[in-house]
């Protein structure tokens, strides 16, 4: 069970036999009554979001979540085909688990399935990944004193905002929670 007082974004919890992790919080002490924690959750099955108010000290079930490490392999007809990186088993995922970070899914990068139970329902992504950029519009002299972006995408499918120095070829570090272009990846 979790207190109120023990919530952090990403907590797993169990509401009404669904389990939902935590997007966001607020502990809340009005001058005038008891305290409270306000939450925004967001449903493991469907990924529909939700606020809910809980009293301090109220207690929630933990969630029956757990991760596998896996590998992703590549998608055919049948799915997208990751690989368990302890015991070797294949597993096929439907696009609508991995809801919108199917655009971050190259082969051969790590993530961590969640499985309630033993039914899969979603896909933890790295925080950070590096991908080349396969297609953006070319540079104009002049472009860089306006410290403005371009859009570009990379070679999982993703568009992520850019500067306008990135070109294509390029290998760029993105920030799979956001969208968002981190820096150039220095050749090596």
């Not at 540079?139 to 120095?165: C, L, N, R, W, Y």
Request: with cysteine; glycine share 8%; proline share 4%.
């Amino acid at each position: 069970m979790w207190e109120t007082r023990q919530f952090r974004k990403g907590l797993k919890l169990e509401i009404d036999g669904v389990p939902f992790a935590v997007v966001d919080f607020q502990h809340v002490s009005p001058g005038k009554g008891s305290a409270f924690t306000r939450t925004k959750l967001r449903n493991l099955l469907n990924g529909n979001q939700t606020e809910k108010t809980f009293k301090s000290g109220d207690r929630v079930p933990k969630a029956d979540v757990t991760t596998r490490e896996m590998q992703y392999l590549y998608k055919d007809a049948a799915g997208y085909n990751f690989m368990d990186l302890n015991s070797y088993e294949a597993l096929i995922l439907d696009g609508a688990v991995l809801g919108e970070d199917v655009q971050f899914m190259k082969e051969q990068i790590t993530v961590h399935i969640m499985f309630w139970g033993e039914k899969p329902i979603g896909v933890e992504l790295p925080t950070f990944i590096e991908a080349k950029v396969v297609r953006t519009d070319p540079a104009f002299k002049g472009d860089t004193v306006s410290g403005g972006t371009k859009p570009a995408t990379i070679e999982s499918g993703a568009v992520v905002q850019v500067p306008f120095h990135i070109k294509e070829g390029d290998v760029i570090k993105v920030d799979t929670r956001e969208c968002m272009y981190l820096e150039k990846v220095k050749e090596s």
